[in-house]
């Protein structure tokens, strides 16, 4: 199994990031270089997470090649057009302390200002052309959004960050990033969206998962992070813990039968933990991303 993923313009990703969103900034430092050290060469934030300052600090404190990491961040919804996206960049870019980004996507749709949404994603292809980032796309893209782009501009995103756990997968949505060879990557990979209402159904705890953990001596989240890999999708789990993000990144050296994996397909229910990416607008979701 190889470690990295190419994308659809030649860029190579690693297939396993640190994911960064809801990590306090004051923890941020710590959580990146220990990712670092254990082997991680792609870190996952966004403008919105507030932590992009620290996760630059991260890296340059962390002893790695700051050449050597891959660097992801997001344009939240307040900077959406044409303008405002180029100016973002600027943003994101000062915080993060690098003249370049690995990959720059738009966080969400606006579906009732999607002209908007077009207007931030030529501001992302004007970015590519110029070579201040070396790849572009999208996250919580529904098919209509997505086909809508691809309509209306040049460059196919090259990945599509979007809630897949073995809860909910969105397969109809994958097929379709396969036939434009658009890449998932997996947001809340090992289900953390379904831990944190107390009601919910955490998949941690899924009895299938834990079944087929114990026969390979690994963890719930570990056969949650091979599963994707499997399937070909790329993940970005979070965790502050340093054994955790060890734990998680320990997933190369086994693998499950097909049998596993359809057995961990069949856990789908179809229910989304996030928010339907209909129902985010300017009025609800946008506030200010500060200066660098
Ligand atoms: P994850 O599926 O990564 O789960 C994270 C949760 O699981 C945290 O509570 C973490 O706690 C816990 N955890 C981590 N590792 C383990 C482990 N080995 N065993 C048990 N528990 C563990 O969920 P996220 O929602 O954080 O998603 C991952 C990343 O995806 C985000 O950080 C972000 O980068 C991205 N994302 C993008 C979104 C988008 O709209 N584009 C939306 C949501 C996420 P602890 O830290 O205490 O270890």
């Known amino acids: ?57 991260g890296i340059r404190e962390s002893g790695v090649d700051p050449a050597d990491v ?21 943003k994101s870019a000062g915080k993060l302390g690098v003249d ?38 999208v996250s919580n893209f529904m098919p209509a959004h997505l086909t809508q782009l691809l309509e209306q501009t040049e460059v196919v995103p090259a990945v599509n960050q979007i809630e897949v756990h073995p809860y909910f997968q969105q397969k109809d949505l994958q097929e379709l990033h396969r036939e434009h060879r658009i890449l998932t990557q997996a947001w809340s990979p090992i289900g953390g969206i379904t831990s944190y209402r107390e009601s919910a159904r955490r998949s941690f705890d899924e009895p299938v998962i834990l079944a087929i953990g114990e026969k390979h001596g690994r963890s719930a989240a570990q056969v949650m992070l ?47 933990g996030g928010p339907d990416p209909e129902s985010i607008t300017l009025e609800t979701y946008g506030r200010p991303i500060p200066e660098a």
Do not use: C
């Open 70 to 90: 891959f660097l992801e961040t997001k344009i939240w919804i307040s900077d959406y057009g044409y303008d405002e996206t180029l100016h973002a960049f600027d």
């Open 226 to 272: 091979r599963w994707h890999l499997q399937h070909g999708i790329q993940v970005i789990p979070k965790s502050t813990k340093p054994e955790r993000i060890a734990e998680n990144f320990d997933i190369f050296d086994f693998e499950l039968t097909a049998d596993e994996v359809a057995q961990i397909d069949a856990l789908d229910t179809g229910a989304r």
């Open 100 to 137: 370049q980004l690995d990959l720059l996507i738009l966080h969400q749709p606006l579906p009732s200002a999607f002209e908007r949404t077009i207007g931030a994603y030529r501001a992302l292809e004007k970015l590519l052309a110029d070579g201040r980032v070396r790849a572009i796309g």
């Open 1 to 57: 199994m190889t470690t990295s993923i190419t994308l659809n313009n030649g860029v190579e990703l690693p297939a396993i990031g640190l994911g960064v969103f809801q990590t306090p900034p004051a923890e941020t430092v710590d959580a990146v270089a220990a990712a670092l050290r254990t082997g991680y060469r792609h870190i996952d934030t966004a403008a919105a997470y507030g932590n992009e300052r620290e996760v630059g600090q």
